[in-house]
């Protein structure tokens, strides 16, 4: 059942960076694959880092105890996860479809 989830999960990150980069080819026609699937596969990794950042800091405050810690770790490891695992992933899906067109 993870597998069906981890297969899920990178289907997401996979179609969105391939949106992404036909949309910046449709933009920048002359734009080469390598750029706009770098452009289309960063966006979620940095978009969760960056939800990650905000999570912390904001668990910095010193009333800020308890449950919310559980919720701190989790956006952490779905930030680590996608710059780990996810960004090379559709990055190479990406890769590989935009040098066909």
Known sequence: MALVGLAVVLGVYCGV?????????SIRPQSSARWSSLLG?????????????????????????????LGIAIVGMVAMFSVIVGWPVSYFVAHRVMARR
């Open 41 to 69: 596969s960063s966006l979620l990794p940095v978009l969760s880092v960056i939800l990650f950042l905000a999570a912390f800091s904001t668990a910095l405050e010193p009333d800020f105890r308890g449950p919310e810690v």
């Open 17 to 25: 960076a391939l949106l992404v980069s036909a949309g910046v080819r």
